[in-house]
């Protein structure tokens, strides 16, 4: 038996669910803590309190890893500028882009 409360507590329950979001339907793209709160709110939902998710949130942005930490960047949901995202960068984007200095 185990209880809403205890299920909540689970930090690891949360990042999974951000860490699934980040490699399904936003995989390569930059999701704000907000965004990040709301759609774990709603997969979870709704039987953890919102402000429990927000705390969870945080410890996932102080230690992301593997995901990638973004301290300033344009979430991929809401449009909102210079807000710490969290991603997971697609595997080719880790090779350099191709530069065009005379495009
Ligand atoms: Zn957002």
Redesign the pocket.
């Known amino acids: 038996m185990r209880t809403q409360a205890a299920t909540c507590s689970a930090v690891a329950l949360v990042r999974r669910v951000v860490d699934g979001f980040l490699r399904g339907d936003c995989r390569g793209r930059f999701?704000?803590?907000?965004?990040?709160v709301k759609l774990t709110r709603d997969h979870l939902d709704k039987s953890c309190a919102t402000s429990e998710i927000v705390r969870m949130m945080d410890h996932i942005f102080t230690a992301p890893n593997p995901i990638a930490h973004a301290p300033a960047s344009t979430?991929?949901?809401?449009?909102?500028t210079n807000?710490p995202?969290l991603g997971v960068p697609l595997p080719n984007a880790a090779r350099p882009l191709p530069q065009y200095p005379h495009a």
Request: net charge positive; glycine share 8%.
């Open positions: 999701v704000c803590s907000g965004c990040l979430c991929a949901l809401c449009a909102r807000r995202c």
